[in-house]
């Protein structure tokens, strides 16, 4: 009996994330590894279908990854019926179009984020998905990450006790582009281009504070713009109109607090390059990609504010390190295995479109609080039960 399969339009693939986490690290990972294994033990198999603009790109990597299908009409790829997903790994400003086609012609769509620029286009996306029955997923990869799952381990586990707080530093000093080549593209920081760090970086905030200490009901941001000019990739200066680093107050259900720094103009003086610290009437835990340190209240130690004296005890012996106990897979490749069980099996994915929105929403709100100096309320979201293609409700 033929083994079944699963076809995956991948659009976006030429880029950096589409390329190394999504095709190499994930579908290819698990198509030579046999497929993703089925509630019921068998598997199934993923098959590629490469799309993009640039057909010689295209064509490389196809050649240089044994992958037997490409091409450079999405339409095409789309009115296909042995393809099941459409996957977009698209700059944002492209996203929605692509979506909205592949959400029409009943195609399972799993995307990066953020899903769209505005929260109205989001949520019509939610609707639409809604609507039409197709599964839909959207990449919440740092909930993967090792540090981050041995950080959820003792939230479920009641390590903390009563949360109080939480508090993120994340970032790094990204080159201005003159002395030495940005590790970042350009468009990062021009607004018009859909660059900014609150639109990049407040979407996975909102996910990881939701998905381990409860949904975010308010935020209170500051977003600046620290270095006002850098230079392109071929050398040319440009002014930068988007925003490289922001500085957040989120207020979370059952009242705890999260203070979040986020900033590509900070050098690292940490583990990690993001880190975060929970405080609970129990014990305390720092997470970063891959460690995390707790301390318990029976192992905290008694400090005693005195200015006059060096303070000689060494705080950092007094946590310790949460064990793996666990092998921990590339986290996009888990959430890709996950979300294809999803789609053959019907398992449930809570991270859909609609969970897209609310990142959407607290960019939005992040920006909007920062031009008005005001904290801004988030209400639950709701998608519209029904959206059309206008963007009209029924």
């Given amino acids: 009996m033929a083994q079944r399969s699963i076809g995956i339009i991948m659009n976006g693939v030429t880029g950096r994330m589409g390329y190394r986490q999504h095709l190499v690290r994930s579908v290819l990972a698990l198509r030579d590894e046999g497929g993703v294994r089925l509630r019921g033990g068998e598997r199934v198999q993923v098959r590629p279908l490469l799309v993009g603009r640039d057909s010689a790109k295209l ?8 992958i037997a299908d490409w091409t450079t009409d999405l339409d095409a790829a789309l009115g296909d019926d042995q393809w099941d997903v459409y996957a977009d790994f698209l700059v944002t400003k492209a996203r929605v179009a ?3 086609r592949a959400i029409a012609a009943g195609k399972a769509v799993y995307t990066e984020k953020p899903t769209a620029e505005t ?6 996306l939610a609707a639409l ?7 839909n997923g959207v990449v919440h990869d740092k909930l993967y990450l090792p540090g981050m799952r041995k950080l959820a381990r003792l939230v479920r586990s009641g390590f903390f006790g009563r949360i109080l707080s939480v508090r993120g530093e994340f970032g790094y000093w990204v080159f201005e582009g003159d002395g030495q080549p940005a590790q970042r593209p350009s468009w990062n920081y021009r607004a018009e281009d859909g660059g900014g760090i609150v ?7 909102n996910y990881v504070l939701e998905n381990l200490f409860g949904e975010v009901r308010s935020v209170y941001a500051r977003a600046v713009t620290h270095i006002p000019t850098r230079f392109e990739e071929n050398g040319a200066s ?3 109109t988007a925003d490289d680093a922001a500085y957040a107050i989120f207020e979370l259900d059952g009242g705890v607090v999260a203070q979040l720094n986020s900033s590509w103009a900070v050098r690292v003086n940490r583990k990690e390059l993001v880190e975060f610290q929970v405080d609970g009437t129990h014990g305390s835990a720092v997470a970063g990609l891959f460690g995390c340190r707790a301390q318990h209240r029976t192992g905290t130690p008694r400090p005693v504010w005195n200015p006059d004296l060096a303070d000689a005890h060494d705080y950092g012996a007094d946590w310790s390190e949460v064990p793996d106990n666990e092998v ?3 986290g996009f490749r888990v959430q890709w295995e996950e979300f294809v069980r999803h789609v053959v099996d019907g398992d449930p994915h809570p991270y859909d479109l609609l969970a897209g929105a609310r990142g959407v929403r607290l960019a939005e709100a992040g920006l909007e609080s920062s031009r008005t100096g005001a904290r801004v309320e988030l209400p639950p979201l709701e998608a519209p039960r029904v959206a059309l293609a206008n963007g009209a409700a029924k």
Avoid: C, I, K, T
């Fill in 59 to 66: 064509a490389e990597l196809a050649r240089r990854h044994d």
């Fill in 98 to 100: 692509a979506l909205l």
């Fill in 119 to 124: 929260v109205p286009e989001a949520l019509e």
């Fill in 129 to 135: 998905a809604q609507e039409a029955g197709v599964p």
């Fill in 199 to 205: 639109v990049d970086m407040f979407p996975h905030w």
């Fill in 238 to 240: 440009y002014s930068a």
């Fill in 328 to 330: 921990f897979e590339n």
